[in-house]
T-cell receptor, first 114, second 114 residues
Framework: DQQVKQNSPSLSVQEGRISILNCDYT??????FLWYKKYPAEGPTFLIS?????DKNEDGRFTVFLNKSAKHLSLHIVPSQPGDSAVYFCAASRDAYNNNDMRFGAGTRLTVKP | NAGVTQTPKFQVLKTGQSMTLQCAQDMNHNSMYWYRQDPGMGLRLIYYSASEGTTDKGEVPNGYNVSRLNKREFSLRLESAAPSQTSVYFC?????????????FGSGTQLSVL
């Protein structure tokens, strides 16, 4: 059973515009959420995280929003750049101290067009 | 500064053959993990090692064995490969029990079992 779902396999945006990537989860025990970014032929790299005590976390052009009641989080990239073109994975776990029960979404492929 | 190194990058096996995927990290991390990624699915945890000398099953352990050789190295063995094990395999490491845990991934091994 997929406990973390990214329902959009792909997204295409114009350079300079906002990219919004969405993620839904079903397990109410999840308490810590992360986004990873993956370029072809490379492993995923950590991008940004948020714990359930917050509803927003910002790091430069990247902002993650968490809506616990809706079991939904989103990643906003503003402004989008061609170098942001990658696959983005949403992940969730029950606490911020270990990764053993982390679940990943299937990923969304973002293409930013110049 | 290599981070997490996996070998080989590509491998083709025949059904029933065995092989070992190697992984090493140079970040002095306590925990190491093996994931597999299949099309349309998120990364799924096969086995992990929370610390040197311990290993535990993850979400999809059947058909695999692991060895935590020392703090740096964590290998994954397929004793009798099956076509269902065709996948991309990622090794990862993390500090373990640090707040805001995140995973550091290797670049992956593309395995095909014919």
């Amino acid at each position: 059973d997929q406990q973390v779902k990214q329902n959009s396999p792909s997204l295409s945006v114009q350079e300079g515009r906002i990219s919004i990537l969405n993620c839904d989860y079903t397990n109410s025990m999840f308490d810590y959420f992360l986004w990873y970014k993956k370029y072809p032929a490379e492993g995923p790299t950590f991008l940004i995280s948020i714990s359930s005590i917050k509803d927003k976390n910002e790091d430069g052009r990247f902002t993650v929003f968490l809506n616990k009641s809706a079991k939904h989080l989103s990643l906003h990239i503003v402004p989008s750049q061609p170098g942001d073109s990658a696959v983005y994975f949403c992940a969730a776990s029950r606490d911020a101290y270990n990764n053993n029960d982390m679940r990943f979404g299937a990923g969304t492929r973002l293409t930013v067009k110049p | 500064n290599a981070g997490v190194t996996q070998t080989p990058k590509f491998q083709v096996l025949k059904t029933g053959q065995s092989m070992t995927l190697q992984c090493a990290q140079d970040m002095n991390h306590n925990s190491m993990y093996w994931y597999r990624q299949d099309p349309g699915m998120g990364l799924r945890l096969i086995y992990y090692s929370a610390s040197e000398g311990t290993t535990d099953k993850g979400e999809v352990p059947n058909g695999y064995n692991v060895s935590r050789l020392n703090k740096r190295e964590f290998s994954l063995r397929l004793e009798s490969a099956a076509p269902s094990q065709t996948s991309v395999y990622f090794c990862a490491s993390s500090e373990h029990r640090a707040n805001n845990e995140k995973l550091f991934f290797g670049s992956g091994t593309q395995l095909s079992v014919l």
